[in-house]
């Protein structure tokens, strides 16, 4: 079946420090990968996504690079700030157009402090 | 625009009770997706609604119903509640139309069974 593994958090940083959040899948096909973020008090929201290899996501400085041969989807961002502090999940869709169900990671806890 | 709304935000209850959700999806959106998320995990897929019919369903028993009303409005019910039942619980809404992949998720039902 289909799965994702995230590195475990939780992550701290220090303002401006470079991130980088592991994640690999498994899954047959073609999959969709997503990179979702959970503020504190929030609801989950899309974060960036790749829906091809080589495809880079990339929104609000964070990036992601849809490696198949390697089957990776490591979020990166430069410069971290205090308000990125969230949980980053890395999710994956077997295939475009099978209907929204997503399978998520662990979840990763990043606190950024200053 | 309202977004993906859900009630109630918090509710206790003990083992055996029943409990029912209710989501209203984003506006313009069809689909309705059902997931928990346990304390420290990533969301599980619990079920899909579209045309007031479920569409795909995750590894969950029959204690966990759904329903989805004309208005895309959908509900999600829980019998005999066990104490592993305690979770966030997390309605997700998309268009049908066009599968991106994307969902948009409402802030949860957090539910705990004493």
């Known amino acids: 079946g289909n799965s994702v593994t995230q590195m475990e958090g939780p992550v701290t940083l220090s303002e401006e420090a470079f991130l980088t959040i592991n994640c690999t899948y498994t899954?047959?096909?073609?999959?969709?990968l997503f990179w979702y973020v959970q503020y504190p008090g929030e609801g989950l929201q899309l974060l960036l996504k790749?829906?091809?290899?080589?495809d880079k996501g990339s929104n609000k400085g964070f990036e992601a690079t849809y490696r198949k041969e390697t089957t990776s989807f490591h979020l990166e961002k430069g410069s971290v700030q205090v308000s990125d502090s969230a949980v980053y999940f890395c999710?994956?869709?077997?295939?475009?157009?099978?209907?929204?169900?997503?399978?998520f990671g662990t979840g990763t806890r990043l606190q950024v402090t200053l | 625009d309202a977004g993906v709304t859900q009630s109630p935000t918090h509710l206790i209850k003990t083992r055996g009770q029943q409990v029912t959700l209710r989501c209203s999806p984003k506006?313009?959106?069809?689909?309705v997706s059902w997931y928990q998320q346990a304390l420290g995990q990533g969301p599980q897929f619990i079920f899909q609604y579209y045309e007031e019919e479920e569409r795909q369903r995750g590894n969950f028993p029959d204690r966990f119903s759904g329903h989805q009303f004309p208005n895309y409005s959908s509900e999600l019910n829980v019998n005999a509640l066990l104490l592993g039942d305690s979770a966030l619980y997390l309605c997700a809404s998309s268009p049908r139309s066009i599968n991106t992949g994307e969902l948009f998720f409402g802030e949860g039902s957090r539910l705990t069974v004493l």
């Open positions: 999710a994956l869709i077997r295939a475009a157009g099978t209907a929204s169900k997503l399978t």
């Open positions: 899954a047959t096909g073609y999959p969709s």
């Open positions: 790749a829906t091809k290899a080589d």
């Open positions: 506006s313009g959106h069809d689909t």
